[in-house]
Each structure stands twice: as structure tokens, then as C-alpha cells.
């Protein structure tokens, strides 16, 4: 949405100001939580702001969330990376083998290592031989399965005699933020309106923390930090851009794409390691990612390739996945209902802008989806858990004019051959 | 010669690369690749491995065939995974469904197939043609979605009925069934192996002998000149994805009809990923193809083989995925190298004719633009 507001403020009609990024977010997610507040009150469905919501949420979209990074990275140097999956089994290999023998912090490296590896074969074979991104994606990920299957058969199946688990990794210590921890408890508990709500969405945030989540969230910051605010980061945006013109000003644009994949193989691995350091089942296990690296990417088409709302996108993936897991169908269902508000907003916005085509059509949406909601009583559960995946079909069909990729991200550049 | 070096010496090269990755790999795990190398070879003697060979490449015919219909586009439909899964699960729900004499029963649920897995592919079409949005992107997420789909439509509440542990469609009639033909001890060859054939042939037809073969490649080249020639590339577009998803539904059928006839859960699954690598190493050619999805089989057969003598079974996906980067690289290298002898030898002829005045024409340089 932000996007939306983005084209259309300049020449709105009503107004010529735009409020700064950030106080929007800000409003969006606001107008979220009491979209979401609601629901809960007209529903009854509690698991919706629960703290346990919130935090099974985190939980789940960190690796998401550091596989749309290192989607970020990549694709701003003019690199698609369709490997990330193969990069985060790479990881979750990596972080395994170096976890369970020197703790959860040797885990992080070993991800990001290992991640880097997967990206260096991508950096070699796109910008070195210029093969094309996605045919060496694919073959990444084939390759990633494979070698990490090999390996952990080789390396695993002495201490576990199971090629597809590795040896229990001793994962980081979990802690609360004092004061702001319990007294979120304490206000969600009294169950009021919207303070409770808030409460328990904040106090699932501040709640078993890891220094995983903490890195993962401060990875965002740095990210647009240093792609947008130095020179190190306008270089290789520049080479997602333009690299012709930025070969013309003297940038290595070979070095800048090498990179910006390396580094999204790094954040892919990582991504691996969060699976591994994961609470709820510490250790390697064949097939965990579950393509979560596909995910990853989603998030951050769905986050128009800026890291905020890379963030949102694995954030709502997240929190629909964790709400799924802890209750069930008919709590995915409220969501519908959620859905609808949601289109009402928007159609009301669009109304006060009087754009009336998109106002129809996002009321249109409401109506179905509230259709929907009145006339199942749950979401089968096969369904649930490919919400993520529907939504970033929905977004894509809604409002891929509004998305605004890198120039020339997927296409082959060969160095002095520009025109 | 020159034609062998450019196409034949690639791939060749690249499996020679890929072996000797996992020559190294199984030497430093302390196996011996020579070992590995000889139970590899003569696994093939053996049983029904060679039949299981062949029944398994005309399956991964079939999907590199589907992939490649979108690559002569440039088009990656990496969505085959998800349209051929689902259109063997509605195929098999279908043809568990309906009574119909023996022939015509088969034809339904090839025509089935072949819709569901168009239908699904069309998603993909109709989103990029219409909405932009890029086929890589939505076929990833269709894949998952029509998991999820085929997770709901082979449930109980849905088709499925339980047969023993295993949620499982109804049974396909034996007036559904393809037979196959039995080979006595080594086993029996899927009866659809022919509609891997003839649609081998097809395609080679369809892309090489007919006008919108020619449209069809020539918008992948260039959609500018194509669209300079009259061709309609968003008509294109949804055509050739269309193609592809319908040959991509009938990738689970020979197995469906000639040896599980109902689809469960544990229905064989990364045929479409499978499909992706094979049509990478034919390079698109009907022949290449063939090729590949035999090696590919060769390989996964193996795969058993090695387990048995105490080799480690996931060489061979290591093998295979270096194949797959190997073999687009040494492209890379060999076509850098063909431009390079190129230029010199335009280089060679423009110093031979600036020395002897009198010129001998132009031969040397249309050439030049060609390869750039």
C-alpha cells in the first residue's frame, strides 16, 4: 500500500503534502492492530493478539525474513537469486556441523560460511561466465540438496546413525526484556479492548528473546543503512540499476555484483542457522526449509525490494504461519474477516481520494472475501499453510504495476560490452 | 567439426568436470570412485534396472519437453512441479470416477491431465500477459499452492479414500489402465512411453517446420522484431505457457496408468525440478533431451546401486546438480571461445585484404555481427 501512496500523492487531489515514510508506516501498522483488534472483538478468536501469536510469529518469520535480505542484496546488484533455497540447506548443514560442536554462536558463522559458499558458486557462474540467473538458481538449489544431503550423511550418521537428523546443537539462552515483559503480561491478561491487544502483540516482541531475533531485526536498519545511505551501497545499487553507466563512472561492477551475491548467501545461511537455533527443535533435519527460501523471496517482491517492507511481508508470512500452528483453521479464518475490514479501509481511502475504479474494485475484493468467510466455518488447514504463498499471488495480480524492481535485475551484463 | 565442438564438447566436458568433482568427494570420504564407477556401470545388467532406466527417462522426457516449449520463449515455467502434480491427482480422480469403455476411458484421462495442468499453467499465463507480473515468480508460488491443493483434494473430506495407512484416490478400472509391455525378466515397459515419443516428434515439428514454431522462437529472441512481424507476443505468451502446462499434465501419467493407478500421498514428487536440469543439458533439442533424461535416469538408478556397496547414495545428486552448472558454464566458455577465434580470424582476413589492395570482397565481414 505504501507503494500505492507513494505514485499517487504528488498528484493527488486533495492534497499536495505527503506525510514522511515513516509516520505512514507507522499509520499502516496502527490502522493494522486495530483492524486486528477489532476482529478480535466482533470474533472472540483471543489467539489473534496473543503474546503466544506474537511470539511463535517472530520464531517463524526470522528465517523468512533473512532469506528476503539476502534476496535484497542480491537483486539490488542486478543479481535474481532463485538459489536462496539451496543457500539456506547450506546453511542449516553448516550451522549444524559447527553447532554442535562449538555452540550456538560458531552455528551463526558456520550458517553464514556455508550460505556464502552457495553464493559465490552464484556470483561465479551469472557474473563471472554470465550464465543466467535463474538456470543457475535452479541448479544451486539441486546442488545445495545434494551436497548437504552427502554431508550430513558422511558426518552425521556416526553420532546419530540418521542421515537425515544431525546430533542435538545447543541453542542460545532465551531472555525477556525485564519490566516490559511482564507488564505486557499483565495488561494482556485483564483482556480490554485494544490496550490488551496491543499488549499482547508488544509482549510476544519483548518475551524469550534470542540474539538471533535481535540481530535478524537490526539486520534491517543496517541493510537500508548501508544500501541507501553510503557510498559503498549507491555503488551497488547503481549496478542493479545501470551497470553500464555505472562501469562509465569507474565502478568495479563485477566486484559490486560478487558482493551483493556473497553477502545474500551469507543472509541466506544465516537464515539456515535460525531453522537450526530454532527453540522449539534444535538441530539439523532433512527438508526443515521447506522452501522457505522461496518464501524469503516473496516477502521481498511483496515488500517492493526495500527492507521495511520486506520486513512487513515476512511479518504478516509469519504471523499468519505462527496463528496457523498454535490455533488451527478457525483462527486463519478470522483472519478472513480481518481480510475484509482491511478492504473496506481501503476502498474508504481510495473513496477520499476519489479514485473510484480501485475504491469498486477493493470493495469488490471485500465483498467475496467476506462471502467466503460467511460461508465456511474453517480454513482447511491444507490451505493455512499456503497463505503466504496466496497472498503473494494476490499482491503480485493487484498491484505488480506499482512494484518497482531493479532496472536490470536477471539481466546479463558482461563487462566493456555496453552500448 | 565445428558443429561437434560447439554442441557435443560442452555437455561432454561438463560430465567429465562432474565426475571428477565426485571422484575427489568420494576419495576424501574414503570411498573409491573406481568402485563406485564399475557398480554404476554394471547395475545396468542387472534385473529390470535397464527397463526402470527407460521408464524413468520417458517420465523426464515428458517434463523437459514441457520446460523446454517455455525456454524456446524464453519463458521458465519452473511451475511444471505443481501443474503436472495436480493434474495427476484430478486425472486420477477423474479416472477413478467415470466408467467408460477401455479406450476411450484412457483418452479421458489423458485429455484430463493434459487440461488440468493447462489450466494451472494459465494462472501463470494470463498473470504475466495481462498483470506483468514474471512466470518465475508466480509459478514458485503456485507450486506450493497446488500442494496445499492436492493436500485437500486426496483428504477424506474431499476424493480420497483410506485404503489400509494411506489416504488414496479411488482406483483407476482396468479400462483406464495402460498395460505396458512386459520384457519377461526384465521387467515392463510403461505403455506411454509412445506418447513420450511421438510428442518428442511433435515438438520437433511444431518448432522447426511450422510458422508459429517460427513466432514462437523469434519472440523469444526478440520481441521487438517479432512484434515488428506481426506476432502477437502477449497471444504468444499465454500460447506457449498453455503448451507447456499441458504437456507438463501428462508427466505423472504413465506412472499413474501403468503402475500406481491411484494417486496417494506418496505419489513421486521433483519430476518438474527434474525436468528443468534435463532440458538445460539437451539445450531445448528433442534429441539432446532424450539424452539427458537417460543420463539423468542412469543416474538415479545408480543412486541404489552405490547404497548397496556402502557408497554414500547422494553422490549422485551432487553429480547431478554439477552436471546441471557444469554444462551452462562450459556453453559460456566454449561460445566465448567461438567469438573470440571469430574476431580473430575477421581480423586475419581484414590484415590479408589491407595489404593487398586490389581486395577480394566482403566475405569476412557480414560475419562479424554475428556472433556478438
Redesign the interface.
Known sequence: MTAVAERKAPTGPLRGRRLPGWARSALVVAIGIAILAVTVTLTGQVQLTSSGTAQAAVRLLLPILLAGLGGLWSERAGV?N?GLEGMMILGTWGAAWAGYQWGPWAALLGGIVFGALGGL?HAV?TVT????H???G??????????T??L???VFVPITSN?RESPRVEGFTEFSIPGLSQGAAALEDQQRVVVSDVAGLLGGLVTDLTPLVVIGFALVPISYYLLWHTRFGLRLRSCGENPVAAESLGVNVYRYKYFGVLISGGLAGLGGAALVLNPGQLGYLEGQTG?RG?IG??AM?FGNWRPAGLLAGSALFGYVDGLQLRAGGEAVHALLYTATLIAVVVAVYWVARRAWVPAAVALGAGVVVYAVYWSIDTV?R??A??AP??V??VV??VA??YLRPPATAGEEYRRG?GD | MNRVRTVLLPPALAVLFAALLCAVALLVSGDNPLTALAVMITQVGEGTTAVDIVNSAAVYYLAALAVAIGFQMKLFNIGIEGQYRLAACVAAIVGGAVALPPVLHTLVILLVGALTGAAWAGIAALLKAYRGVSEVISTIMLNFVATGLIAFLISTDAFGVLRGNNISTQPIAPSGQVPGIPLGDFGRIFGLIFLSAALGVAYWFLLERTRFGFDLKASGESPTAAAAGGVNSRRMVIIALLLSGAVAGLVGLPELLGRDLAYTLNSPTGYGFTGIAIALLGRNHPVGIAIGALLWAFLDKSALALDNVGVPREIVLIMQGSIVLSVVVAYEIVRRYELAAEQRRVAAQLRARAAEPAGVGSAGAGSTGAGS
Open positions: 535474481v532463485i558458486l557462474a561466465f554470465a550464465v543466467n535463474i538456470v543457475s535452479v541448479a544451486i538449489t539441486l546442488l545445495g540438496l545434494g551436497v544431503k552427502y550430513a550423511s558422511l542421515p522452501g522461496y523471496l516473496a517482491i482447511p491444507e490451505f499453510s499456503y504463498q496466496l503473494t499471488l503480485l495480480a505488480a504495476q560490452e
